[in-house]
């Protein structure tokens, strides 16, 4: 365990390190939190697994609570992880002290609670308003900071749509800000035009940048929220090629836009050795593998806030930890991309 100094020490920095939500005139903490492994396990309708396996529930509200002693003040979850139990550990976890962070959830997405299962999409104004009332519920609080369209491919009439809704949920104080959750920034562009739309959240990290998005929330005024910014895990250094993940792993049994994994084989040789090629830059300065994908992530942009998963309190002192050292050089930005054969950042 890490002394009382440094604790208090990674706290006032954490404290300090404060990027703005967009336009929307919130504050987060440039590390925030993801809470789709602490949902536990859930499927698919044809059974394959769409969590991260089995958790604890007191482990997760207990490394939630600590973060928030780290200065972490963002937390971004959805109505889907776990159908519903994600939500509900997050809102016991911050309890009395949910006026002091930022909550995101995201909806679209229909489920059974009672057998843990997704069975399908509504992309209808009409449903947006039943899952942002149940978010509430299961989080225990009257507004969400946050709310994010979890259907990544809605096309775009629809989703002009939904974006008219969100507008209406902001002016009943049920939202204070809204986003959407797509890797194209087309579809992004619809919820920018939007006056309360306030980021987008899109996969970024070392191994997978996306210079587009990055485009478009520069142009539009949005934060970048960072979905994968430790590459599904591969940028935390614990994996190894032919070493199967538990059953219940999305993982195990990877849909096709989760590249990285093989079925039944754990990481792919070739990621891994991507991986190894940037580890000396990345752990440099006494950081960790996974603090130096995230310092990579806060150099890249001024607007990224990454928010890494995490199941336990380690995992969340680990990540946290991150925040004291701040983000790579330009110099070492440079170094990883003349190793990954990339163009010069700009």
């Known amino acids: 365990m890490e002394s009382t100094e440094s604790t208090e020490t990674m706290a006032s920095t954490a404290s300090t390190g404060l990027r703005a939500l967009?336009?929307?005139?919130?504050?987060?903490?440039?590390?925030?939190?993801?809470?789709?492994?602490?949902?536990?396990?859930?499927?698919?309708?044809?059974?394959?697994?769409?969590?991260?396996?089995?958790?604890?529930?007191?482990?997760?509200?207990?490394?939630?609570?600590?973060?928030?002693?780290?200065?972490?003040?963002?937390?971004?979850?959805?109505?889907?992880?776990?159908?519903?139990?994600?939500?509900?550990?997050?809102?016991?976890?911050?309890?009395?002290?949910?006026?002091?962070?930022?909550?995101?959830?995201?909806?679209?997405?229909?489920?059974?609670?009672a057998t843990r299962t997704r069975t399908g999409q509504d992309d209808t104004p009409a449903h947006a308003r039943r899952a942002l009332t149940a978010s509430l519920k299961r989080l225990g609080t009257d507004y969400v900071d946050l709310y994010q369209l979890h259907i990544s491919d809605a096309d775009l009439e629809t989703a002009a749509q939904l974006r008219d809704t969100c507008e209406e949920f902001v002016r009943e104080g049920l939202i204070r800000a809204y986003a959407w959750s797509t890797d194209d920034p087309e579809r992004a562009a619809v919820f920018a035009q939007g006056p309360h739309c306030a980021a987008v959240q899109h996969r970024l990290n070392v191994l997978q940048d996306a210079p587009e998005m990055l485009a478009l929330c520069e142009e539009s005024g949005l934060a970048s929220i960072n979905r994968s910014p430790l590459a599904m895990g591969l940028l935390t250094g614990r994996h190894a090629a032919g070493r199967p993940l538990e059953a219940g792993d999305i993982r195990n049994a990877p849909p096709e836009w989760l590249p990285g994994f093989s079925r039944g084989q754990g990481a792919d040789p070739e990621w891994l050795r991507r991986v190894d090629a940037l580890r000396s830059v990345l752990t440099s300065e006494g950081r960790t593998l996974a603090q130096g994908a995230l310092a990579w992530l806060w150099a890249r942009n001024s607007r990224t806030i990454p928010i890494p998963g995490f199941r336990s309190v380690a995992q969340a002192e680990e990540n946290a930890g991150a925040l004291a050292q701040g983000p790579l050089t330009a110099g070492q930005l440079a170094e990883i991309e003349e190793i990954l054969g990339r163009r010069p950042v700009s």
């Open 22 to 113: 967009g336009r929307s005139g919130i504050e987060v903490s440039a590390l925030g939190f993801g809470c789709w492994a602490i949902g536990g396990e859930w499927q698919s309708v044809d059974g394959r697994p769409l969590g991260w396996g089995k958790v604890d529930d007191d482990e997760s509200v207990r490394a939630i609570r600590r973060a928030l002693d780290l200065g972490v003040t963002f937390f971004d979850t959805a109505d889907a992880y776990g159908t519903g139990h994600s939500e509900r550990v997050l809102g016991r976890a911050l309890g009395k002290r949910r006026a002091d962070v930022v909550v995101g959830t995201k909806w679209g997405n229909v489920f059974d609670e």
